[in-house]
């Protein structure tokens, strides 16, 4: 990792268009700019479905994933940055930005960069509205490699490969008070969305007799999980939750392409004992097996792995220590992630080169 980053411009404003909620992107990224020193406002990509239930239903399921507020959304932020133009817009996600908007923005001399959260071409999200979007930015940021061959035969110049991060100020160690830890104390952690691939590894560890909690979307929905459901963990609840856990279980997400997620930097940040899908992703973040991870292949290799460690609870213990010394003294933040966006918006360095990745993850 490089000793010193460049400097950001002086006198530069930063619009987010993203989601503001304390464990969003948005809000990360917002709380990385007060960090850097960088003005920045976020601009509410919630606007853009503030409509009856019904109808954003309807425009998502029969409408290609289109938010029912798409144009006015738009052309808001296109006239914000009018009126007050920042140097950088930011758009998180599958933000609600139209190509015209994003034409008139480069009129407006205002540098267009995206950090792509999901896969554009995940059945689940996919629209052709955003798909058309994508190549007026001037710089696509994705932190899935599968994602950079197709954004740059859909017509995006500037892919670059960037990690995802953690939130000081949220994904940090925390235990639970004497009065709450039987209610945290567990086998094995997951928190994260019911994927369809993800069951038969959560299944297979509730068969084998496992203290299981879920935290996330629609674990509630299935008769076999349900009882495992502990709801939606805000991030005081998720870091008390990590606490009591033997085990913290990382799964990708099939659907995405992933070969990492968000809970790859967060959970060691918060001082969990990971048990790992290994990937080659996995592999360059965490290092080799063993060192701050253990990785397992498979489900019956889950539950081979996960038997292994609650046995061991003083290599659990070194685990843990070993992911968040590794975690929080690399440049693993999301201030680190828009430093890198910012100057490498500005020309001033390759986002590989700061991150001290190889070029051959672009």
Known sequence: MTSAKPALPDHSTLLIAGNPAIFHIG?????????????????????????????????????????????????????????????????????PITADTLRHLRELGIERLTYLTDDPWNPAHRAGWFLDALPHYDQVFTPRRANIDDLRRLGCQQVHYLPFAY??????????????RSQFECDVLFYG????????????????????????????????????????????????????????????RRANRDGHVMRTFEAPAMGGCMLTEDTPEHRVLLGDDGVATIYFSG?????????????????????????????????????????????????IVSPNSLLNLPEAMT
Request: hydrophobic content about 40%.
């Open 193 to 252: 969305g019911a994927d369809k691939d993800r069951l038969p590894y959560v299944l297979a560890l509730i068969k084998t007799g496992l203290n299981v909690h879920l935290y996330g979307g629609y674990w509630d929905r299935h008769s076999m999980t349900k009882p495992y459901f502990k709801g939606h963990a805000d991030p005081p609840t998720l870091r008390k939750a990590i606490a009591g856990a033997k085990i913290t279980l990382c799964l990708v």
């Open 27 to 95: 809000s990360h990224f917002l709380e990385a700019a007060q960090t850097l020193s960088v003005p920045a406002y976020i601009h509410d990509v919630g606007a853009a479905f503030d409509a009856p239930w019904p109808l954003v239903q309807v425009n998502w399921r029969t409408r290609g994933h289109r938010p029912p507020r798409l144009t006015a959304f738009s052309r808001a932020v296109g006239s914000r940055c009018q009126t007050d133009p920042p140097r950088w817009l930011l758009a998180t996600g599958a933000a």
């Open 299 to 347: 489900v019956d290799d889950l539950v081979s792995k996960a038997r292994w460690l609650l046995q061991r609870p003083e290599e659990r213990w070194r685990l843990a220590r070993a992911a968040h010394a590794s975690m929080t003294t690399g440049a693993n933040t999301y201030a680190d992630r828009l430093q890198t966006i910012l100057t490498a918006g500005e020309g």
């Open 167 to 180: 939130a000081p100020h949220i994904h940090f160690p925390e235990a639970a008070s004497s009065d709450e």
